[in-house]
């Protein structure tokens, strides 16, 4: 069953006089339990598309479901509702909060949820148990991504939403990220989308979304998705 | 999940943690509010205090509602008064000044003898604070406490007075505190008061009647009214009634000598309490506007994953209000407590310089809830504004760096013979000073604020030395003014001449009348002079010099305002000599007079039109003679000298008390510029953190970047003072409007020295706030602040 619709979906800009067309007559479904890669370079559309689907800016046209709600059609309030409790969000940059600890970063996003997890199974869960206690400034890039991906998952949200999650990273600790993310996929059974410009990163994925120009090119199932172990770039 | 309820949610912990990373800026915020609500809670205090205080004094004594001083009143007369409609009591009473007989011969001490029956039901009865009550036998007598302090007389003393030709002497039994007096003051011409050389003692009636030679008589008849007596009515029909016997003066009770200065005193302190507070907390306002302002700009992509998680825009909005409220309420809190704790001794303060008996400090818990809710209200709205832009600021645009600012070239670039001469750090400067406009007139009207009050402080002294020399150097310059008890014909001027050296002598008619146009009524002196008087020089409102008329009368401008005249305007003298008909004068003039309110007619025409031919009832003298006073003592007809010298001696040590406030004015308007220019500074240097980052990778010193600042708050600051140079003197001349009284017209135009004194005082609280900053920029960490991207 689609968790996921989006039917049509256009996004333009107004960039002084010229018109930046984002997204254009964009459609595509993500099943329940995904792990999901959509895959362009930059320009391609696919943060404007995230932000559509994270109910964070609205599309000139078109529409998104999740499940049978169609969120395109919420106001301010129910958007904030529908951030609130049915997506998470990771970004390239962490975005943690610098004056707030790892497990207090959490419980800023469980206290506001209606049906959170228990923060401190999320930061075990994530490998942070031993330094739930350090502000950002103590932690590594890695350290502070899963502090990130802790707060999106602790909310218990139904989808994911992961921009470029390893592009600040390492190698070793992007691969780290992508199992944590993994992980949660099968694991807690979210479904994940993860954006990027890294075109390795898609074989590990259930679906793959390829966009260019603000179109969708390709959109495919991978029928053999490889090990996180075994992706290189 | 168990969660703690009394831990702080998560939001809060991050405002708590925001609050405590900027805490400089917030206890620079803190500190303006908390000396503004303490302002306001500590004077609305004494003032609701002092009000009741003075209330309830009055009321317990018998304060009257109406004075009048007349001819000899028989003293049945004043009982039948209580018949007229309105009247609900009535008492009689004599009056009058004599001189008191000290061991310094040459001391002149003025005594008011005013007799008293010591009964339950008289006006204006006196309290026994020592001692006990007189006897209406005798020559036991009360004595005015303040009096009895300054001259060392307690209980058991005995003072001498030259009273109807004859030295006689009074036995103390008594210190006591009269509801008249609670500004002692001699009249409206002695400006302060005098306590060591001007008393007050309450005698029997037979004592008062004798000295005074006014046997079973009064020479002053006091009311009270129903309490829905109509006054103009009343005063009306007592007049009528007493006219027969003559009406001196009709003084209202707002116009008693004491009790209209405790109004002018406790309106001012009531004006002040709710002005300077306003303004305290309007620029703590102004000052949280502007950092909540920056703060959410600089949280711009805290903001969005605040969003993105999950957080409404009310919620987020409230986060950075809260900071506000935080300020408001804790400022309030803060205020409110020591404004309590100041109220009581300001109250005592108060009642140092006010003799009242009895004093009712009661604190108002009420006011501890209007400080903080009037704090908190007020600091929300601040929030509000400052914080507004938390709600424009959109997720997705959120995570993305910001575009870089379009530059924009400044107005100094449009001037290219003057931009080309400008150094690079010149320029730089320029640029900074116009980056920022909204900041920059925030600085500039802080500043501007803060020399405008220190000029206004530093103007005080300057304005009262004027006042003191206007009136008793320009404006009538004789060194004594001597009064009689009554009049007497034209060459007595001479046999002055014989009984002290002068050096010059004019003889002077000064009475009161009740002068009218139509429902206007006023009651002054008018004084007769010789029409060549060496003594007095007039100046008419347009500043040029004008001399006494042969007919009509030279007004005050206090005067003309309060009777709504003007020259060629024709006033009506009321006479106070019975069956002496109501006499029409006009006013030749409108003259300036910075003490008192008085009219001024030729002595020859005063005579014959108002009084009788040939009379003077005092001479105005230049004298050196050493021993003038323990002659004029010795002269039965001398009722009062006034020495302009102890005038001014008085004034002088008034003025040591006075600069005590001035010096609380300066610390309160230098603490308001100090934390305006430290908030703002701090601003700014959180703004430029990645401009200075990279000044300091090219090889600019801490130092060197320090003082690229400070020269901008400097341009900022000269510009501000240049600008304060106007509002303080709008601030001056809506002062000099608001403190002009029946008793003083002040104009308080700044003197040069007072614009440099304010100067100086600006850029010493402007420097220290520019060192305070110092300590910021020391600890920045300039490389950090290139790698991070804040969150």
């Not at chain 1, 619709?5 to 995904?34: N, P, W």
């Not at chain 1, 502090?147 to 600790?173: M, Q, W």
């Not at chain 2, 060194?479 to 009554?486: E, K, S």
Request: hydrophobic share 45%.
């Amino acid at each position: 069953m689609a968790i996921l619709r989006a039917e049509h979906l256009s996004k333009d800009y107004q960039m002084g006089e010229v018109v930046v067309k984002a997204l254009q007559d964009t459609s595509f479904e993500i099943r329940e339990g995904e792990f999901v890669v959509i895959l362009g370079p930059s320009g391609s559309g696919k943060s404007t598309l995230l932000n559509i689907i994270g109910g964070m800016d609205l599309p000139t046209s078109g529409k998104v479901f999740l499940r049978d709600e169609e969120i395109t059609a919420y106001g301010d309030r129910e958007l904030t509702e529908y951030r609130r409790n049915k997506v998470g969000f990771v970004f390239q940059f962490y975005n943690i909060m610098a004056n707030l600890t790892a497990e207090e970063n959490v419980e800023l996003a469980t206290e506001i949820s209606k049906d959170p997890l228990p923060v401190g199974e999320i930061l075990e869960a994530v490998g942070l148990s031993d330094r739930r206690n350090h502000f950002p400034a103590q932690m590594s890039g890695g350290e502070q991504q899963r502090v990130s991906i802790a707060r999106a998952v602790a909310k218990n949200p139904e989808i994911l939403l992961c921009d470029e999650p390893t592009g600040a990273l390492d190698f070793n600790t992007g691969i780290a990220i992508l199992g944590l993310l993994h992980k949660v996929n099968r694991d807690m059974g979210k479904t994940v989308i993860v954006i990027t410009h890294n075109s390795d990163i898609a074989f590990m994925a259930d679906r793959v979304i390829r966009m260019r120009s603000g179109r969708i090119i390709e959109d495919h199932i991978n029928e053999k998705p490889i090990a996180v172990e075994d992706i290189k770039w | 999940m168990v969660k703690n309820r009394f831990a702080l949610s998560k939001i809060d912990t991050m405002l708590a943690r925001m609050i405590g990373h900027s805490k400089g800026q917030f206890a620079a915020v803190l500190t303006i509010i908390i000396l503004g609500i303490a302002i306001y809670t500590a004077m609305n205090m004494t003032s609701v205090n002092m009000y009741k205080t003075v209330d309830d004094y009055y009321e317990e004594n018998g304060f009257p509602d109406l004075f009048l001083q007349t001819a000899a009143v028989p003293s049945q007369e004043a009982e039948r008064l209580k018949e007229i409609d309105g009247v609900k009591q009535a008492t009689g009473r004599v009056s009058m000044d004599v001189p008191m007989i000290t061991d310094d011969e040459n001391e002149r001490v003025n005594l008011r003898l005013i007799t008293t029956t010591g009964g339950e039901d008289e006006l204006s009865r006196s309290t026994v604070l020592e001692g006990k009550m007189i006897s209406q036998s005798g020559n036991e007598a009360l004595l005015i406490e303040e009096f009895a302090k300054a001259r060392g007389i307690g209980i058991g003393d005995e003072i001498r007075i030259q009273a109807g030709g004859v030295q006689r002497t009074l036995e103390i039994t008594g210190i006591a505190a009269n509801p008249e007096y609670i500004y002692l003051m001699e009249n409206t011409q002695s400006m302060l008061p005098d306590a060591e050389n001007f008393g007050v003692c309450y005698v029997s009636e037979k004592f008062g009647q004798q000295a005074a030679g006014l046997s079973g008589s009064f020479n002053e008849i006091l009311i009270r009214y129903e309490e829905d007596a109509d006054e103009e009515a009343l005063i009306d029909d007592v007049e009528d009634a007493l006219d027969i016997y003559g009406v001196k003066q009709t003084v209202k009770q707002e116009d008693q000598l004491s009790n209209s200065i405790i109004n002018q005193e406790l309106t001012q302190l009531k004006n002040m309490a709710n002005s300077l507070p306003v303004l305290f907390v309007l620029v703590a306002g102004l000052i949280l506007m502007m950092m909540l302002s920056r703060l959410v700009k600089k949280d711009r992509i805290k903001i969005g994953i605040l969003k993105a998680i999950g957080y409404s825009n009310r919620q987020v909005l409230f986060h950075y209000v809260k900071y506000a409220l935080v300020c408001g309420i804790l400022g309030g809190a803060a205020g409110a407590v020591l404004g309590m704790a100041l109220a009581g001794g300001m109250t005592r303060l108060y009642l140092e310089y006010f003799h009242i008996p009895l004093l009712r400090v009661e604190f108002y818990y009420s006011y501890l809830i209007y400080a903080i809710l009037l704090s908190a209200v007020f600091c929300t709205v601040s929030g509000l504004i400052g914080a507004r832009g938390a709600l424009k600021i959109s997720i997705a645009e959120a995570m993305h760096a910001e575009s870089p600012k379009l530059g924009k070239r400044i107005l100094l670039e449009k001037l290219p013979f003057f931009w080309k001469r400008l150094s690079f750090s010149s320029k730089m400067i320029s640029k900074n000073i116009f980056r920022n406009k909204k900041r920059t007139i925030f600085v500039l009207a802080g500043i501007s604020l803060t020399y405008a009050m220190m000029l206004f402080t530093a103007t005080m002294p300057d304005v009262m030395n004027q006042l003191m020399n206007e009136h008793f150097k320009e404006f009538q310059r004789m060194d004594y003014n001597i009064g009689f008890r009554t009049p007497v014909l034209r060459d007595t001027v001479r046999d002055m001449e014989h009984l002290i050296e002068v050096d010059y002598i004019e003889g002077k008619l000064e009475y009161p009348f009740e002068l009218t146009n139509g429902n206007k009524k006023q009651s002054v002196s008018i004084i007769g002079l010789d029409r060549d008087t060496k003594f007095y020089t007039f100046y008419n409102a347009d500043g040029v010099q004008t001399e006494i008329p042969k007919r009509g009368m030279l007004i005050t401008e206090n005067l003309a305002k309060a009777l709504n005249v003007g020259k060629g305007d024709l006033v009506r003298i009321k006479s106070y000599i019975p069956n002496r008909d109501d006499v029409y004068l006009q006013v030749k003039d409108v003259i300036k007079q910075t003490l008192g309110m008085n009219a001024y007619m030729d002595i020859r025409t005063m005579g014959e039109t108002l009084l009788e031919k040939n009379v003077i009832n005092g001479v105005y003298a230049d004298s050196k003679d050493p021993d003038i006073n323990e002659k004029l003592i010795r002269a039965a007809n001398v009722a009062s000298v006034m020495s302009v010298a102890d005038t001014r001696a008085v004034y002088e040590e008034y003025m040591d008390m006075t600069n005590l406030s001035i010096g609380a004015m300066v610390i309160f308007s230098g603490i308001l510029g100090f934390c305006i220019v430290y908030n703002a500074t701090i601003v700014s240097l959180g703004e430029r953190e990645m401009e200075f980052s990279s000044l300091r990778v090219l090889g600019f010193s801490k130092l060197e970047i320090f003082f690229m600042i400070v020269r901008e708050n400097n341009i900022i600051m000269i510009l501000g003072i240049l600008l304060g140079i106007p509002v303080g003197n709008i601030m001056a001349r809506y002062s000099s409007e608001a403190f002009s009284t029946d008793i003083y017209t002040i104009d308080m135009s700044p003197t040069f020295s007072a614009l440099i004194m304010a100067g100086v005082y600006t850029v010493v609280f402007v420097f220290l706030a520019q060192l305070a900053t110092y300590r910021k920029i020391k600890k920045l960490d300039f490389l950090q602040a290139l790698k991070n991207r804040e969150s």
